[in-house]
């Protein structure tokens, strides 16, 4: 009972236990493909739902730190323009500071000159034993500026016996 080449055996008779095998082993091959189908569908879904997750989780936290940025941006320009306010103030302080140590340091600089003058006359009147009078080619202190607050008005020189009796410091040193 051989086949010829090109000819289909004939089939064998097959028993009972083994057609009840192979029909359990189909079912068996179909309840796994069902399974693995199953689990396949299944994980799609869990990875579709977690990509929507972790989407709008991203989107959030996008929000969220555009919304910080903004903030920070908007606490930062404030502080600057704060300094700014700051740095003016300072500034124009500065300003008046060196207009009013300007005006003080032209006064102090009158009152040596004015002092200078008159212990320059009364050194060269006691060198010369001369009644203390303003020399006639020395100028006389400048009288056309204006005593400062403080400022003690000296007083009449002639018919003195000590020429520096009533010298007194300007009236920018402390007593």
């Not at 097959?14 to 399974?35: D, F, H, K, M, P």
């Not at 103030?89 to 500065?94: D, E, L, N, R, T």
């Not at 303003?134 to 403080?150: F, K, L, R, W």
Request: without cysteine; aromatic residues 2%.
């Amino acid at each position: 009972m051989s086949a010829e080449p090109g000819e289909k055996p004939e089939p064998r008779p097959v028993s009972r236990a083994a057609e009840l095998a192979a029909q359990q082993v189909e079912s068996i091959v179909a309840v796994a493909q069902e399974s693995a189908e199953k689990l396949t569908r299944t994980a799609r879904e869990e990875a579709a739902s977690v990509r929507a997750l972790a989407r709008e989780s991203a989107h959030a936290d996008v929000e969220a730190a555009r919304k910080e940025a903004s903030t920070r941006i908007r606490e930062a320009q404030d502080a600057a323009d704060d300094v700014l306010e700051q740095a003016k103030a300072v500034s124009s302080g500065m300003k008046q500071l060196a207009h009013l140590l300007t005006t003080h340091a032209e006064r102090i600089l009158r009152d040596v000159t004015n002092s200078h003058r008159a212990m320059s006359a009364d050194l060269r009147a006691a060198a010369r034993n001369e009644p203390l009078t303003p020399d006639e080619d020395e100028a006389p202190p400048d009288e056309s500026a204006e005593p400062h607050e403080g400022a003690r008005p000296r007083r009449p020189e002639a018919g003195r016996e000590n020429p520096f009796a009533d010298l007194e410091p300007p009236s920018w040193v402390e007593s």
